[in-house]
């Protein structure tokens, strides 16, 4: 089968999440990293790219060099990845599906409502691929959990908890180190913190899982440091359109915490659990019976969950493995073949209505607001 | 030493807690079981307590006689446990203290703010000991955490979670079995489910290892099975006086929870992490340094937490050893030492005060309410 | 039902095992704490056990004392506890059960196997109890598992692995805290170090889950700090008289472990792990299906497991109800009731046996040698 | 950079490890796949290699074919993974390391410590790079306990347990399935079972880890299903050249176990644990402090750790990136830079030598034997 051909925009050297992508990409032989634009140093970005292979000719200075030089080559990208700061994700990525590219965006799509529901129309329009890198829910495991609950296999969801809370950002109350400090300062990260950062995976794992949505939301942020202007420890209760209750808390500063994300459904007829710091095991109790340890790879998985495992059971796969699982499916999807569970322009729409709802009813103490964008209600 | 001599009320035959208490008072030679009235059924009640030792004129009928042949005994005892069901908690209590018994009284400790507030004036008026059995602050991890906090080993505290969601309630949606029933109907239960249940246990436990008091909270209650008409999943939102944030999830239909009480708190220079089910280790991580295994009986503990810990390192001591640590501060107290942490009438009152508080946010849609009892205000 | 009377030898002031007995032989009022010999200091022991509750003229100086005082009086102890120093379990565990005392002795019985055949002959000419203090076979969960293998649950045992290794005596090489340093001496402690404290907690463990005898065993020792002469970390293969394949490693350099006690069985049909320090759970895996967490008190326990459970199902029951389920089964034993499974001086005995194998295995470069007691060959 | 050349003998459709290598050699951008005989069906393997991306003309039907199309080629590849039926791993690595290519070879190296002499000889002479793939030890904690236990942060290690037991080839007496049974039949797989495929990995770790070799054994073999006669479980005793003890039980019949590697290090001053299934946590125990949890990627980690850390702290990376980590390696030393750790032909020589000794050793009721090669001697 034929390499499709890869492009990156960000990513550059000493990024977490570049390496990541390239790996992903690159891991199941699918893609061939052929452009790059991934500094925003022209300079920087032109020779890494290089140093990592691409052709001096599409090691480009910046993404807009980088659309103009892919757009009418006849060997041109398959596929994009936007991995650059927030703020200019709704800009390159519509550039990029108006010119005809499938993309891939890192989260969050867009800073805005309108942005979001602009990228959606687009990606309809123009019948281009637009992927939103909700990686968690590529996991087999999430896979597996989500399929149980497709099946009926919990029964009704009543409740589902979700957590995305870590110690990274604990800092004394000066704040003082510069790399965290713009997380919470308006004018650089826009109206969220944490929830904008960490709050939309859990926020979108529990509706991937589900396969349902977010209906309605109340709030509560707390800026627990001094220097902190937005959020770094919300909470937020949540109710899915078919009713399901929600709780999610995020935070930055819960010291003891790695990773922490997690995330437990319950249902008429039994309960799930999974958390990310040990992806390869979930947890299924049925009403009446013991706790079950499921594991990656083991038999009898669903579907979808089985494909996705490279390796026998219990010989563990982690995070980059997820991320080569969104890039797995998006070859399939570029080839032509079906596949269901690709986070969409859809889902960062909505995750982005969620967080503008979260802040809104942060601000008038947890009021009940709608949580859904416009052109879904 | 001579033994101090102890009654109960309540705990019969085939109860859960009746158990718990008599080895908790008698597992440190501190009490000695003299008077009791187990059951609603005076026979079968008289049968069971001479069946465990006592004196046939003291295994009484019921909680009048018992009060009425105890109270000018010479012999008479020194404590009164109350494990009745909850709404006789108020009357028995108030009857015991008012003839100037020591009370141990069982969760909850009255069904209204009212009643509260008139067992910690009682209290206070005789000088009588008046205890709620808020049991699992008497863990050495417990006692360990809290001794750390006011001695500022984690800094000023930013947030504490507490969660106490277990699956044993998970049912149809007739909710058909009996014993499980009542406690989600007003008529039986009373104005809350599962947050007057197991919420106040979390509730405690919070401002127990914080040394600090709810101030405010918002709750939202959700009755998940259709049967029921109280709350099964509950979210409070709360600040402490001192301004922390706290959040506390209490559910009983989590199913693949087995006891599922746990808790975090997160300060400026430290983060801790106790769960019930494995209540001789807790965790701590140093702003900037690894995550620690705190071990019961360790060396190097905090004096209240050492002088809890009854075997050596790494020999698991569960439940009924922490319902006999109140115990032994009970017997202290009575004997005329000073006790720190004993979970008093003013506990017992403000987490009635919460539980009214957290029914009256969720009737108004989470909208923030004051938390306190008038009294404390 | 009248209490039994009790007394216990040894287990003084600052003693490790002295609280657990006194809470184990007291805590579900069997047993009522009526004499005592607690200290080799004749004046200490009488002075701490007066101030236990026991009478003067039952608080004796030493265990010659207590003999002559009790095996006359009308209202003698039924049971007496034996937690000395290993050298004289032999001599007063003889003496009381020659005069027609029941008796629990602490581990090890005896320090010869000519003086344990002695006690078991002794046993069974005067028609008395003699057990061995082997708590951790009273852990709910793992009687749990001894049922599972006598009903055939996970077929025919191929294999079982025990280990009791921890990291208590990890120490410089001049192991210079001289309590420690006492039990590798063999002028002190006798022919072996850790195999004779905890290894064989662990070996009676497994012949007690397996329903099994330890027939044959080869042992390699190996004193791993300079000052030591016996041996601190040890590793014995062995074969049961079934046949089953044996694997035991006991070590007290084993830093990072804090208790060590595990066990592993694995038959044709399915698999068993527990281990001591969540001794309320044990792991279950049948050939083809998942592994289930088994949860002290769910339902369907097997009998023996189920009813030495005092609290719900995921409130922690520790080490001094292990000690606690083992009087409980000697009152009922006293009491004329059948109960299978209270270690016996049969299993002291054999212990006993096994160790000498194993230290004479260990001088002869791991030789198999025969691990029975001539009287059960 | 310019990318190495990379070809590939077995491992074909269906295999496990072949796309584990596929994506460990590509996923870091080091290698690109050029060439390979990917079955024993020579039709299956150009179809399957083609389908992979590999050009017709270097699409071979077997490794004969390879290695003649190969080698006179200007633009041939650099490196060689031999990932083909044990028993053909000798001469096929002799063959391509004799005509100058690099080699990774799959464990076991070589069926016979002869031929293992002879590769060693043949890799010094050619200077060429012969690797084996013991990828457990490229697991970026694995390197961070090794740098410990070099830099003396445990003290002299006193004694070191490695286990690899898992349940996968549990099975009725019979032993039906023939994917499963080969292996305990000495016709096809040679002189030991579970001992040469699973015992090796552990005894490598344990090495690697300890910087220290194996000197002597004592072995105990188990054919725990009837119709076996090679071990299916087996523990060895061994002595390194430093007189650290050392323990490994290894088993096929473990059920309840997943994967089942896992690994302890005690030193005079510290004890170190981990285990394959969490691959991104260590546990480190200082003499006299607390377990703490080491974290992948947390800072300060040892050089040699934190370089093969792909993504931050608590994302977990898995088995696939371990094999990774291998092909960094050799793609540092096929440019001439140095790197320590890589496992070597002499590795794969040592563990040839110590499964010989220990088959020996089992026949012989657990005698001491050498480990060593003869000319390691």
Chains 1, 2, 3, 4 share one sequence.
């Not at 009713?243 to 003891?256: D, E, H, K, N, P």
């Not at 269901?340 to 008038?364: E, F, K, T, W």
């Amino acid at each position: 089968m034929t390499k499709l051909r890869w492009g990156m925009i960000g990513g550059g050297e000493g990024s977490q999440i570049g390496p990541a992508h390239r790996l992903g990409a690159q891991a199941d032989g699918n893609f061939s990293f052929e452009a790059a634009a991934l500094d925003v140093d022209p300079e920087k970005g032109r020779a890494y790219a290089q140093s990592l292979g691409i052709a001096p000719d599409r090691a480009y200075g910046n993404w807009q060099e980088m659309l103009a030089g892919e757009k009418d080559r006849p060997d041109r990208i398959d596929l994009v990845t936007v991995a650059t700061p927030n703020a200019t994700h709704f800009e390159i990525t519509k550039a990029f599906l108006d010119a005809g590219f499938h993309v891939l965006c890192e989260k969050p799509m867009t800073m805005t409502v309108e942005e979001g529901e602009e990228i959606v129309r687009l990606a309809e329009s123009t019948g281009r691929i637009c992927a939103v890198n909700y990686c968690y829910s590529a996991y087999p495991m999430v896979r597996q959990m989500r399929a149980m609950v497709a099946k009926g296999e919990i029964g009704a969801v009543r409740c589902v908890v979700a957590n995305f809370s870590h110690g990274h950002h604990a800092a004394g109350d000066d704040d003082a180190n510069p790399r965290v400090r713009w997380r919470y300062d308006p004018a650089q990260a826009g109206v969220s913190g944490q929830m904008a950062d960490c709050g939309i995976h859990a926020l979108h794992l529990a509706s991937f899982i589900l396969g349902d949505e977010v209906r309605s939301l109340s709030a509560d942020f707390a800026s627990t440091v001094s220097a902190r202007v937005l959020e770094d420890d919300a909470m937020v209760n949540f109710r899915t359109e078919k009713g399901t209750v929600g709780r999610l808390w995020t935070s930055t500063i819960a010291l003891g915490r790695m990773h922490g994300l997690d995330i437990q459904v319950f249902g008429e007829t039994g309960g799930l659990r999974w958390a990310s710091e040990q992806p390869n095991q979930a947890y299924y109790q049925r009403l009446g019976g013991r706790v079950e340890i499921m594991e990656k790879a083991e038999s009898g998985l669903h579907t979808d969950a089985a494909r996705l495992c490279r390796v026998a059971i219990a010989h563990p796969e982690g995070f980059p493995l997820a991320v080569a699982n969104i890039y797995v499916d998006l070859a399939a999807r570029i080839r032509g073949e079906a596949r269901d569970g690709l986070p969409s322009a859809a889902d960062g729409l909505r995750s982005m209505a969620a967080v503008h709802a979260a802040v809104d009813s942060a601000r008038h103490e947890g009021a009940w607001v709608d949580a859904r964008p416009p052109m879904f209600r």
